[in-house]
């Protein structure tokens, strides 16, 4: 569609919001002359590059960037005459020949062009967190769960300041230079990742860096949930932690923790009845553990969104360190109370959030997670990681897995009983291999073996994971 010379009609440029003040969010002068300026025969890629199809507000002008992008990327210019005759083999007739030679008059100073792109930028934002308010506004008209919603306002706000952060590419010699520092850090002992408190597999890993997925898998009873949450505790000596314990109450990790850091049998902490030497060593522990920063949350079946904001809640207090999920396949995906949901791709989604909440928050997450059964029908029924369940996803996604296996769950006369291989199956920036623990079964706890008697049990040094 045509407009006069010099008239810029809002029916060239498609579909507009209406309603209210809402006009106020588009600036289509702008985006009128950000066309005219790509029409000047010179490819402006790198003025360009923070402006995408969907910031321009009209029709015609997400369909013409679109073209003109396209175009630019087999290093061919565009001109009226061009992009007219680009968007005529897409079919796109928002406007035409004539509207883009007015575009093209108006395109006549390239120094204004950046406060242009970001007058564009900004209104496209700001739409975006209207879009979000009405979104927002229909959900407390719904009936659904307040929680729910709450989770999904609270993504959908996160999400557009996440789409709006993006770096570009970085030149090496400059990436080198801001790494040196850290780089020296590293080799003068002063960096390393969070400990886990357990001396070997410190070593072996380097400790859990920030941004970093860490798988814990195993068979059940093979103490998954007891090594996530000591090297949780050991961590929230320090630092924040945030666990999400969607199988067991959080009375029961208290049970757990207590038992393990007083060295008192789990079955004495819950059934009562401790000797007055128990008694002693229980308020011992109650005092180391009563100090640490570390906080449960035992709500069954949780989605993706609900952790993410309720760790970020806590993150707008504290900085977090760590994040603990116990465990994956008994999350919720967002979709599956919808009919027809696939489980697979729901725990691929919930794994893709998994890896994005850890780089979000700059600190390691540890998920825990099943193994499929079908391993206990092998001779050697050491976990491999094609024995995880639901979704190869999960093994893309980890930055670490590691797999705990013990000999004693399949023969209780082994002669490695009392003791813990942790196979780490997966180390994206180092080596693979297996650590050695002791375990400890009436405290339901793991400690560090000594490197000399490791595979005699009882002459196993062990300290707990989360004193030393």
Known sequence: MAGEAGEVREDDRGQVPQRGDRMN??????EQIVIGCCLQGQILLDRMESLRPEHFAGEAHRE??????SSWSQGNPVDAISLDNLLQARNCTAADLTYW????????????????VASIRDKAQRRALLAAADQIAAMAHDGGEISEHLASAS????????SEIRKGPRPLAE???????????????????????????DTKLGGLRPGNLVLIAARPAMGKTALAMQIAARVAADGVVVAFSQEMADTELADRLLAAAGRIP???????????????????????LKPLRLYIDDQPAQRITEIRAKVLKIRRRHPVALVVVDYLQLMSGDDSRKSGANRNAEIEHISRG??????????????????????EKRPNKRPILSDLRDSGAIEQDADIVLMIYRDEIYSPDSPDKGTAEVLIRKHRQGRTGTVRLAWHGEFTSFGNCSQQDSRQPERTTCRRGFDD
């Not at 080799?187 to 886990?196: A, E, F, I, V």
């Not at 009845?273 to 011992?284: I, M, T, V």
Request: proline fraction near 4%.
């Open 155 to 162: 993504a959908l706000v996160g999400g557009l300041a996440e």
């Open 175 to 201: 990436v080198l230079l801001d790494h040196m520092p850290e780089m020296g850090e590293r080799w003068t002992g002063r960096k390393d990742g969070l400990r886990t408190g357990f001396a070997d597999l």
């Open 64 to 69: 013409a960037y679109t073209a003109i992008l």
């Open 266 to 288: 789990l079955s004495t902490i819950v059934s009562g009845g401790l000797s007055s030497d128990e008694h002693e060593r229980f308020s011992a522990a109650l005092g180391r």
């Open 25 to 30: 969010l588009v600036s289509l002068p702008s």
């Open 354 to 375: 998994l890896k994005a909440l850890a780089k979000e928050l700059a600190c390691p997450v540890i998920a825990l997670s099943q193994l499929n059964r079908e391993l």
């Open 101 to 116: 030679v007015q575009c093209f008059e108006t395109g006549y100073s390239l120094a204004m062009l950046p406060s242009h």
